[in-house]
């Protein structure tokens, strides 16, 4: 299978990282085509011998998928030169393009996807949706390389910009959250390797233990409320501070965002 991607910023570095990583290296039908202008940025994967770099799109002729990974505002450059070369299906990861938009410019068959940055390690979350042309055997080809870089869910496009505000923008909330109980916690004293050790395992367990759990978030947040108890106290003040509502304004700004 030859895969081009165009972009290695951000997202299609993380995309890239893990791809490399895997065991898809080692097929030797496998080829990454990637296209990049910046040079620093396209030389990081130019030592793998599955991989061509270059600057020049024309170079993605003859890809079976080509993940598109530019800033929105680029997209349509990319594409329109990708509309003379003969590719099997165009992935845009662009917040805020819709499948139509992308299939006139392209005129391809095309797949959208949000995926998130922790694909970089095989533990993000992409959702995907296809345009109508998408035949079983590129959709299935599809879903098998982002389930390199972690979940999927196929859902319909109209829900792009609540999927976009959650887990597209979802790890930044994250990080926010940790870098501040990491700086709560140097603040009383904690040294800050042991601090941040305390609350990405503690983000982590949580998580899981709520993956692995039948039982409503409200349940097990219970469960570590005592009355008259500790923690009690802290959720008074994230209450009355608003976090809830601070959360789901939050996403209302970003799905807001991605509908501008
Ligand atoms: N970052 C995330 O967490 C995330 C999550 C989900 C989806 N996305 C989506 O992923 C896309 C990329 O975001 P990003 O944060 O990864 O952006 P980024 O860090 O700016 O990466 C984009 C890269 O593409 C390069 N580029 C631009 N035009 C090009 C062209 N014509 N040919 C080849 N390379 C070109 C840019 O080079 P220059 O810098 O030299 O222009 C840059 O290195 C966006 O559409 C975004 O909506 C991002």
New binding site residues.
Partial sequence: MKIGI?????????IVSRLLQHTWKSQTDFQLVI????LH?RQQFEDYDCVVAT?K?SNLNNCDMVI?????K??A??LT?IAGLDISIVV??????SIAELTKISNKPVARV????PCKIGEGISAVAFSEDVQAEERNKVKQLFAVLGEIVEVEERLFPVV?ALS??G??YVYLMIEALIDAGCAHGLMRDTAKKLIVTTFIGSAKLLQESSLHPAVLKDQVTSPQGVTVQALHVLEQKGLRGILWDAVNQAVNSTKE
Avoid at 6 to 14: E, I, S
Avoid at 114 to 117: A, V
């Fill in positions: 165009v972009g290695v910023g951000a997202m299609g570095g993380a296209c990049e202008l910046d940025k600057d799109i598109v990974a530019v800033k929105p680029a997209v450059d990319v030169h845009s990861i662009a917040a805020g393009i949000m995926p998130n940055t976009t597209g923008c790890p930044a």
